[in-house]
């Protein structure tokens, strides 16, 4: 079963603008993009790689949990990540998998709260069926209703043992508490009651293809050793009948938060007590450096070279971690410093040292050595990761995803060379302020000696 999977990254509208070809290398991102728009809409971009005879294959569809603004409808995003596995007329459910199995392909996907991302990754030889089978899919995807009521069951059961663990509630109170109108409300698996109510909304789902997973809606990215004409000849050839257009939807904008919010979770198991703090920030964007501010803010708070890593971390020991849930955004979210402690009798202790570290840097006083230093080990570190094709498409197809052009990544690589501490200063000064916080616990089941254990 396909399920929801971390990004694999270092880093941290509808229609696609106009692209320019090729996108040169550059010192923060090594090859070469070229980059053609099909008259269709579709964004087809290919990244020559020395990986004889190795290729990736990332399709990324700008539909998330976000898009999901029909009472009663979230999670369908996710959901339809399942069954894009379920097969088309010409290759009934379990031929794709045995023919690219056939070839040894990798493949998998992940829904995130604003895209959906699908990869294979393997022999450049079976290249040629791959591009067949996935046009045929995103064009022509095919499943019965029995079909869809079966795998409804199984994005249930995914929801049950999710919510086994902490994190999906925790999650779900802090979205409840941040967010009165925006549809980051929900989180990408949904409402559990509209995720109960999945099986009887079949036509919806049929719907949901329609309108999303169109031409103009997607990039599809191709990084390794492959023969560049040949593969878009056939690239043209299966995927220029695509026709459909991406529906218009108009995303309910979140009024400004005016004063300080709270939210809790009960947890009805021993585990280790949790603290979130989580300010509305603005989305990433492929014209401003707000989400690179935020990446360099991650570490520059919480990492560990940070006065609070080394006080409430390694000093006093009162967190066994501390860290962030931050990651880019369509619209705008939230920035969160986040704390697994030891004793739930630290709370305070923890919440006002976090506080500590966001004043001061409000108030200027900003370490311009460490700055720098985070700055050069983001750089190093996600050219470091760009170690196989798949690695490479990935990451494209992700900044893509959320920044709407195909060099999303190189463009969050060069911002974040340019990131202050002015900056930094400025925007903590600006939205990490009390009226704007939101502040999530979680206290577990306390044993009978009176602890947690």
Do not use: C
Not at 309 to 334: C, F, M, N, W
């Amino acid at each position: 079963m396909r399920r929801l999977l971390p990004l694999l990254l270092l880093l941290l509208g509808t229609a696609l603008p106009a692209l320019a070809q090729p996108q040169a290398a550059s010192q923060a991102f090594p090859y070469t993009l070229k980059t053609e728009k099909l008259a269709n809409g579709l964004t087809v971009v290919r990244v020559p790689y020395p990986s004889q005879g190795i290729v990736s294959y990332v399709t990324v569809v700008r539909v998330g949990s976000r898009n999901e603004v029909e009472a009663g409808k979230t999670g369908f995003a996710h959901f339809f990540e399942h069954m894009m596995f379920k097969g088309t007329k010409r290759h009934p459910e379990g031929e794709r998998e045995r023919i690219l199995g056939t070839f040894g392909f990798d493949d998998n996907a992940f829904t995130t709260d604003d895209i959906t991302l699908y990869y294979s990754y393997g022999p450049s030889a079976g290249l040629p069926f791959l591009i067949d089978i996935e046009a045929d899919r995103f064009r022509n995807l095919e499943y019965s209703e029995p079909s869809f009521r079966t795998e409804a069951l199984a994005v249930l059961g995914e929801y049950h043992k999710n919510a086994a663990a902490p994190y999906l509630k925790m999650e779900e109170a802090l979205n409840a508490a941040a967010f009165t109108k925006h549809t980051y409300r929900h989180t990408t698996l949904g409402f559990y009651d509209d995720i109960k109510a999945m099986p009887e909304a079949y036509q919806y789902s049929r719907d949901f293809f329609e309108r999303w997973y169109t031409p103009d809606n997607t990039m599809l990215f191709i990084v390794g050793d492959f023969d560049d004409d040949q593969v878009m000849k056939l690239v043209r050839e299966h995927y220029g009948p695509w026709d459909r257009k991406t529906a218009s939807i108009q995303v309910p904008k979140e009024p400004p938060q005016t004063q300080p919010r709270t939210a809790h979770v009960d947890w009805p198991q021993p585990t280790q007590p949790r603290l979130v703090l989580a300010w509305h920030t603005p989305a990433a964007s492929a014209n401003t450096s707000d989400s690179a501010l935020q990446t360099v803010l991650v570490a520059y708070l919480v990492g560990p070279t940070s006065p609070a890593y080394k006080q409430l971390v390694l000093d006093k020991q009162l967190v066994e971690a501390i860290g962030s849930d931050y990651t880019e955004h369509r619209d705008p979210h939230l920035f969160s410093l986040t704390a697994t402690l030891k004793n739930e009798k630290d709370y305070d202790r923890v919440r006002l040292a976090l506080l500590q570290e966001v004043s001061r840097l409000a108030a200027g006083k900003v370490d311009a050595a460490r700055v720098k230093a985070i700055q050069d080990n983001a750089r190093y570190g996600a050219l470091m990761a760009l170690q196989t094709p798949r690695d490479v498409g990935i990451q494209l197809g992700w900044y893509a995803g959320i920044l709407g052009t195909p060099d999303g990544l190189q463009r969050q690589l060069a911002n974040l060379a340019k990131v202050t501490p002015a900056q930094l200063s400025e925007f903590a000064k600006r939205h990490l302020k009390a009226t704007n916080l939101t502040l999530l616990s979680l206290t577990p089941k306390v044993s009978d000696a009176g602890g947690t254990k």
